[in-house]
């Protein structure tokens, strides 16, 4: 529980600042590309909170690369309206418009994460 303690609290803290972006920013560059670049901070900590914090950080930041531009996929190929799904969270949460933009925020995102994994490596290892 110890290690999972820190991403806990990030992963609170950051998908506060996610809902409250969705919620008081509409269409302005927070909304649109700063909401993309935080959900793969966000969807970083809720798996090492989830994992444990004791697996590879940097192969978990790419996995959750490749999950985020697989669900921007599911967006451009139409699946929430091919499967008719219509509960208001779910077409949220999926998305229902692809924006080539998004895979640029998810990869910037994903950078910085790395670059965090790397820093507080980097003091971990100094201590």
């Not at 008081?24 to 966000?42: A, K, L, P």
Request: hydrophobic fraction near 55%.
């Amino acid at each position: 529980m110890k290690k999972r303690l820190p991403y806990i609290i990030i992963f609170v803290l950051l998908f506060a600042v996610e809902v409250v972006i969705a919620l008081t920013q509409h269409g302005n560059f927070i909304r649109d590309y700063g909401g993309d670049i935080i959900i793969m901070w966000v969807l970083y900590c809720f798996v090492q909170a989830v994992l444990g914090g004791e697996n590879n950080h940097y192969i978990v930041n790419i996995c959750l690369l490749v999950f985020a531009v697989g669900v921007d996929f599911l967006q451009l190929w139409g699946f929430v309206d091919r499967f008719g799904i219509e509960n208001p969270v779910l077409r949220t949460l999926i998305g229902t418009s692809f924006v080539p933009e998004d895979l640029l925020c998810y990869a910037a995102g994903t950078g910085i994460a790395c670059a965090g994994v790397f820093i507080a490596g980097r003091i971990r290892a100094k201590k």
